[in-house]
Every structure is written in C-alpha cells, then in structure tokens.
C-alpha cells in the first residue's frame, strides 16, 4: 500500500536520523552556474573534493546571453560566474556542456534530452524547477546551496519525508487547453500554497494522455503550487521516450531497468496525506492577471473582484492589481500586450515550438509586439531548424534565437522594461521577474502565439 | 557555512505586513551574480526598498528608522518561489536572525535553518497581535526562546510555542551544519551504493 513517491524515497534512504531528517541518496545531481559558486567555495575551506562527479553534470543557463554565443559574455559579472562553473567542473573531473557546445541547454531539458533522467531515480538541483523531472516518475526537487554542498561531498541531502498529495485530471481535454493551462488551472484551485509540506502525484486519463514534454511542462509548475515536486508514473509514453537516448541502459539493462520502471506506480490502496481531483472539460486556456502564478483565470473570464477578501489577503490582492495596471472586472481578452516570450524549463521543449509556429503559420506579427522566441537547448534549436519552423517563424516575421534562462527571470539582457506587458510561456509572473517593474501574463504557447499575431490578450481557440 | 549558535534572542523587530513574499522581492536575480556568498544584505528586498535611482523609498518599512531589530515579520507564505539560498544570505547578511510568519514555503525554511536563521511559525491570530504590538509601539521587545520553543510579546506577557524539528534545533543551537555529518557516513554511504 505504497504510493509511487514512497516507494522511490524508502529505496533512497540510506539512514532515518532519530528526531530528524532522512539522509536520501542523490542519484543525479544538476548543477549550473548560479547557485554552486558558493557550495564548491564551502567544498574548498573543507578540503573535499566532490564524491561523485560522475553522477553531476553542468550547464551555464541562467546567465547567458540568447544571442552572438560564439562571442565571450559581454556582462563581466555573468561571464565570471559562467567561468567558474567551467573552472570548478575541471577541478572535480565534472562534465561541463558549456555554452555552444552541442550539449548545451537549460538544465531541466538537456537532463531528460540525454536520457540522464529515467523512472525510479532521486534528482536534485540548486533550482527550484528540478520537479520537471519528476514527469518520469523520478523523485526531482530544487535545493539550496548548502544542499548543493551536501551532495557534493557525501551524495546525499538531509531531508525531510514530505505529506503525498494525489492531483487527478480526468477526461479528455478541451480544443486549444495544453499541459500548461492544467497547471495554471491547478495552482488557481489550491492556490501558491496549496502544495506546501507535500510531493504532488499527477494522474487520472487528462494526464496519462499528456505526451512527455507536457508531462514536463505540468510537473515543472507543481513548485508554483508550493509542492516540493510533482511527479507522474512512468508509462509506454515515457519507456518509448527514454528508450535510445545517449545515458538510457541498453540491451540486457534496458530489459532489466523497464522491469523495474514497470513496478513505478501507486498501489491501488496507497494512502495520500491530501487528495484533489479535477475535470479536464473544466479547463479552458488559462491566463495570469496579478504577481503570482495563482492569480489566473480561464481566458475568457474578467479580473476577479476582491469583495470576499479581507484584511492582509485583500491589501496584497489590491496591490497586486495597482502593480500589473489592472482593475477589478476587466475583462482580460483584448488588452494590449507588448512582449511575447516563448522558452524556459517550462515551455522551451520542441512540442511548443512546433505549437507556436503551426499557430503563426501563414500570420504576421503585430507590430506593437517584441517577441523572444528561445529554445530551450542546442537539440532544441537544432531541431526547430530541422522541421523547418524556422522559416515557418522568419516568414511571420519572428526571430529565433539561441538557448538559455533568458526572460523568464532576465539575468541575461533579454529583460522587459518597466511597466511593459509581457505574455510569457514561463513559471513565474511576480513582480519584477522579467525585468525591473516588468508585467507579467503567464500562459501556453498557443495563447502567446494568439498574443503575438494580434497585438492583444487573444483566445487561441477563436483560430482553431 | 558556520554560523553563530542561537540560544535566545530579545529585540524588537520589523514589520512587512505582506503576504506572498517571494524570493524574487527579497532579492531579484540579477544580484545573484556574484561567486562569493557576501554583501547581499545590501540589496535585500532592492526593488521595494530603492526606486529607479537608486534612492530610498521612504515608506517601506526596512527604510524607516523607527523599525530596527533582528526579527522580521512577514505576511503568510513567506520566501515562496526560487530555491535562490542568495534570500537567506539576504536576510542573514543585513542582520536579521530570526523571521516570523503564519506559514513558509518549504524550501525558504530549509534554506534558512541551514544558516542561521531560525524561522518561526504562528497561527494567523498571534502574527496579527505581533503586528498591532509593533504599530502601538515600535520599540517594543520580543523574546525567542529555541530552547523551550516559545515566541512571547515581552509587553503583553502573551507568547505562543513554535514547532522545530529537534535534529535542526541541536544544529541551531550548537552552531553545527549538516555536511560535517553526512562527511562523517561516508562508510554508511558507499555501503549503500553497493546494495
């Protein structure tokens, strides 16, 4: 009567410390250049060197500029810090996929893209958004850097068992609804705190129908939920897109691993702390209207007024509002928008390229919009040019460009200025996320492809 | 990291009556640049706390002289969103030691016990009474006790117990962190791996 995280967990605990946490076993730790600074600095004054370089990788990603990569970094602070990262991967005998390099991307795509992500496994990151692996029934969670340190020098993290959460999508999904609409619809119900002190399992046949680049979309946002990580349990759809990549076992391994994998689900009588279940056909194209990826609403809907809240809960709505220029009962579609951003952990897969690009088939960008199209890895990009939505894009007018973090927390130049509005594919609408003073609209790719050709707050399904 | 050991602790404290604090307001990502973990204090809570030009914003509470302490009181859900430990060191570095709220998110609290700072929870009531006590009096003293796991309201008398997982309350209160432990398993850890 075990549920699918428990299983995983109870296999990865290597000690229960009395009156604490567990000492869980990493499998597979990601790095990149932001947050393991510090933590090889920490590794250093200890005299330790890493344990298991052979189960870490790296990536620089949030730093990097989106454009001229073959060009050193022109920010003198982001170029040292993605220099670091390549000095401290040489240090430690850790592969280093630096920018340019084939196997370069945002950290959560390239892990699933090599095949280094499969069923079974316990991944961490110094990222919050790790839970994108969890789409393969893995147990993936973001840490800190002290955890980073942890793993590094021991392989394990002292942690916590969390409360197990069951989220059930049933049915078949609405004309123009994707992965990410489910998880904006999801995080409006339970709220960004809804998840807190649980790991969230995703099923029910809306989910089980989602390909696994959807899957990975979903589980990615189950952090904006306050979930530590949201997972769903491998199926053929997974097996068949792990099968062949670069790090998947092969031959007699393969047979052995899918045997296991195959094991990889809830019990029928497994018991969950906190049980949710939804209609798929409740779902309609979701989009964010305040400064938390709670604060959507299907897109046909208006601004949601703040009579029933009171006290604090009403101030920080009110607020809210005031910060993204909104009011009470406005209605959403049609409002004039000025960035679009299609890319991130979150919708930077080649599954939202190829939606994107059929939508603006034949279209032209409006003229009012600058728009960031960013794949989310070198595999990404190439493959884009290899189906030839890149001409499908140039020929409405978009420009692709090349694979990092970029908008989705503007580190790098691609920042939105100050008081723009910007329909983005990314995980997080608060404020000033995108760039000082920045607005942000979370939503698909289809919702920002309608975006983008029209100028306004568009439902995609009016074109469907 | 070392960090001081933390026994009790009576200061008056800072009030952020705002409720979602994110990671992203304690310290936006383009000051997260930086390799060392030092002068992050400098641009805790940057975009509330400084405009455009870089001067102050006169009513937000960390600008105002009348507010000092080493406590911080934040509105429900506080430290939601990235899993950035640059918002701990934030915290931590402009001199903050403990911080109150109804509710954290889960991987703020992690971050913050494992540097220093205790992070402690009140029902939705006692965080309302701690904001009333600071706007009647902003001087007025709260006492932390980690060992008998109590919060009080000096003035009031009135104080509330607070949860702490006991094996992060010894590294607290001894000022130890949990690498040179798991250094310590390394017989335990490479047993495991050949299971």
């Not at chain 2, 130890?176 to 390394?186: E, G, P, R």
Request: hydrophobic share 35%.
């Amino acid at each position: 009567m075990k549920t699918l995280f428990d299983k995983i967990w109870d296999s990865h605990v290597v000690k229960e410390v009395e009156g604490g946490p567990s000492v869980l076993y990493i499998d597979q730790h990601l790095i990149h250049e932001v947050t393991s600074p510090v933590a090889f600095l920490g590794l250093e004054k200890r005299g330790l060197k890493v344990l298991r370089p052979e189960k870490t990788i790296a990536t620089p990603d949030h730093n990097v500029p989106t454009i001229n990569q073959h060009l050193s970094i022109i920010d003198e602070l982001s170029r040292n810090q993605v220099e670091m990262l390549k000095k401290n991967c040489a240090t430690h005998g850790i592969v280093y996929h630096g920018l340019g390099s084939e196997g370069h991307g945002v950290v959560h795509i390239i892990g699933p893209e090599m095949g280094i992500t499969q069923p079974g496994m316990t991944i961490v990151c110094g990222d919050s958004h790790t839970s994108t692996h969890g789409a393969f029934g893995a147990i993936a969670f973001g840490i800190g850097t002290s955890e980073v340190e942890m793993v590094f020098a021991s392989q394990c993290i002292m942690q916590p068992k969390p409360k197990k959460m069951l989220i059930s999508v049933n049915g078949k999904l609405n004309k123009g609804v994707t992965a990410k609409d489910i998880a904006l619809y999801v995080i409006a119900q339970i709220s960004t705190s809804g998840g807190t002190g649980h790991f969230v399992e995703f099923a029910g046949s809306a989910i089980e129908s989602l390909s696994m680049e959807g899957r990975m979309t979903l589980c990615n946002m189950s952090i904006e939920c306050g979930a530590r990580g949201g997972m769903i349990a491998p199926d053929q759809t997974t097996f068949d897109y792990v099968k062949g990549r670069q790090f998947a076992p092969k031959g007699e391994d393969w047979d052995t691993a899918l045997a296991y994998w195959k094991t990889l689900k809830s019990d029928a009588d497994a018991v969950f702390d906190t049980i949710y279940e939804y209609e798929g056909a409740d779902i309609e194209p979701m989009i964010t209207f305040g400064t938390n990826p709670g604060m959507g609403i299907g897109i046909s809907e208006n601004v949601p007024n703040s009579d029933k809240l009171t006290g604090s809960d009403k101030l920080t709505y009110e607020k809210s509002l005031k910060y993204m220029g909104y009011n009470q009962g406005d209605k959403m579609v049609g409002k004039q928008i000025d960035y679009v951003f299609v890319g991130s952990c979150t919708n930077g897969r080649i599954e939202d390229f190829r939606s994107f690009a059929q939508f603006v088939k034949g279209k032209k960008k409006a003229d009012n919009v600058t728009a960031w199209i960013v794949p989310g890895s070198r595999a990404v990009e190439k493959q884009i040019i290899a189906e030839g939505l890149v001409e499908i894009l140039e020929a409405a007018g978009f420009e692709l460009r090349q694979p990092g973090c970029s908008a989705c927390l503007a580190m790098n130049d691609d920042k939105i200025p100050e008081g723009k509005y910007s329909v983005s594919t990314s995980n997080r609408n608060f404020e000033g996320r995108q760039g000082p003073g920045a607005r942000t609209l979370l939503a698909s790719p289809l919702t920002a492809a309608a975006a983008a050709v029209t100028g306004v707050i568009t439902d995609p399904r009016e074109f469907l | 990291m070392a960090y001081d050991k933390f026994t009790t602790l009576t200061s008056p404290a800072v009030p952020l009556p705002i409720e979602n604090i994110d990671t992203d307001q304690i310290i936006p990502a383009r000051f997260l640049k930086a390799v060392e973990r030092k002068g992050f204090g400098d641009n805790l809570f940057r975009d509330w706390r400084y405009d455009k030009s870089s001067q102050p914003i006169a009513d937000f509470p960390l600008n105002q002289s009348k507010y000092s302490g080493k406590i911080l009181v934040g509105g429900k859900n506080f430290g939601s969103g990235s899993s950035r430990e640059h918002a701990a060191w934030a915290i931590y570095d402009y001199g903050f030691r403990v911080v109150v709220s109804s509710f954290f998110a889960d991987i703020f609290q992690g971050n913050a016990l494992n540097n220093g700072i205790l992070p402690v929870v009140v029902s939705p009531e006692f965080l309302e009474k701690i904001f009333t006590a600071i706007e009647a009096d902003q001087d007025t003293p709260f006492e932390v006790d980690l060992q008998n796991q109590k919060f009080t309201i000096c003035a009031s008398g009135e104080s509330i117990g607070f949860d702490i997982n006991p094996y992060k309350k010894h590294c607290l209160t001894h000022g130890l962190d949990d690498i040179d432990y798991l250094v310590s398993m390394k017989e335990e850890i490479a047993a495991f791996e050949t299971k």
